[in-house]
């Protein structure tokens, strides 16, 4: 049996949340899909895996799932797990869903969970807290109870709609500044190919704002400029002003 954790985490809040999930798991195999490393994974009937997106304007970031797309999991159990900035997470969790029921894996248990938002800091600033740490560990216990029971059957209505929203891409304007120093990072970091080798500016085309670069930059030369920043904060603080409890699924 080998048990995996595959995720997409651009600014490591996902990783975060997964951590402390498989903190009970031993001997995992780590994927993150941001660093272009996963491969085509042979799963085998006893496998587990723990498999991680947040959501993007209510979507699984694009072309993510496209990058798994020859997944086979051979009846093998997954659990899904949603992170958002406190938003919502809208037909993230369903798309996970219908994707890997349709890619032959059994959905063992499911979770969505409220981290700092990515692009505004100061929206759900202090998430994950000690009560969704605490319960984030006791989900991980009745997964492990669930694995010994033997019994694998999920039976919940996933939250979500068929079809899905539209995808929306937001197009941050993100500034580079004098202070880069052209040392390649965010180049090479950039899960979409969206930064150029010769001036690191980005296209915007590619650009699914992740924020990687931002967060990576070690001299802090990029930044999304202060009009988008407002335009986002204005339109958000409307919607996230409310605290969000975490859904557990099992």
Same mark, same amino acid.
């Given at each position: 049996? =080998?048990?995996?954790? /595959?995720?997409?985490?651009? @600014?490591?809040?996902?990783? %975060?949340? $997964?951590? #402390?999930?498989?903190?009970?798991?031993?001997? /995992? $195999?780590?994927?993150? #899909?941001?660093?272009?490393? +996963?491969?085509? +994974?042979?799963?085998?009937?006893?496998?587990?895996?723990?498999?991680?997106?947040?959501?993007?304007? !209510?979507?699984?970031?694009? %072309?993510? $799932?496209?990058? +798994?797309?020859?997944?086979?999991?051979? !009846?093998?159990?997954?659990?899904?797990?949603? @992170?958002?900035?406190?938003?919502?997470?809208?037909? @993230?969790? /369903?798309?996970?869903?219908?994707?890997?029921?349709?890619?032959?894996?059994? +959905?063992?248990?499911?979770?969505?969970?409220?981290?700092?938002? =990515? /692009?505004? !800091? %100061?929206?759900?600033?202090?998430?994950?807290?000690?009560?969704?740490?605490? *319960?984030?560990?006791?989900? !991980? *216990?009745?997964?492990?109870?669930? $694995?010994?029971?033997? *019994?694998?059957?999920? *039976?919940v209505k996933v939250p979500g709609n068929r079809p899905y929203k539209e995808i929306k891409v937001s197009k941050l304007d993100i500034i580079v500044n004098d202070k880069c120093i052209k040392c390649g990072l965010c180049y090479k970091l950039c899960p979409t190919n969206a930064i =150029?080798?010769?001036n690191y500016t980005i296209n915007k085309d590619r650009c699914i704002s992740c924020m990687r670069c931002v967060y990576n930059c070690t001299s802090h030369a990029r930044?999304?400029?202060?009009?988008?920043?407002?335009?986002?904060?204005?339109?958000?603080?409307?919607?996230?002003?409310?605290?969000?409890?975490?859904?557990?699924?099992?």
């Amino acid at each position: 049996m =080998s048990t995996y954790k /595959i995720y997409f985490s651009a @600014t490591n809040k996902t990783k %975060n949340i $997964l951590d #402390i999930l498989t903190s009970k798991f031993n001997n /995992i $195999l780590e994927f993150n #899909i941001a660093d272009n490393n +996963i491969k085509n +994974i042979d799963f085998n009937k006893d496998d587990l895996t723990f498999f991680g997106v947040p959501s993007f304007a !209510g979507r699984v970031p694009v %072309n993510i $799932l496209n990058s +798994i797309s020859t997944f086979n999991g051979n !009846g093998s159990n997954i659990v899904l797990v949603v @992170t958002y900035g406190n938003r919502a997470y809208e037909d @993230t969790l /369903i798309e996970l869903y219908d994707f890997f029921i349709e890619h032959n894996f059994n +959905i063992l248990a499911m979770m969505t969970v409220i981290t700092n938002h =990515s /692009i505004v !800091g %100061n929206i759900a600033k202090d998430r994950p807290n000690n009560n969704d740490v605490r *319960d984030i560990l006791s989900f !991980g *216990d009745k997964i492990l109870n669930k $694995l010994n029971s033997n *019994d694998y059957r999920l *039976d919940v209505k996933v939250p979500g709609n068929r079809p899905y929203k539209e995808i929306k891409v937001s197009k941050l304007d993100i500034i580079v500044n004098d202070k880069c120093i052209k040392c390649g990072l965010c180049y090479k970091l950039c899960p979409t190919n969206a930064i =150029s080798q010769t001036n690191y500016t980005i296209n915007k085309d590619r650009c699914i704002s992740c924020m990687r670069c931002v967060y990576n930059c070690t001299s802090h030369a990029r930044y999304v400029s202060k009009v988008a920043l407002d335009n986002l904060m204005s339109h958000l603080e409307k919607v996230c002003s409310e605290y969000k409890e975490n859904e557990y699924y099992i």
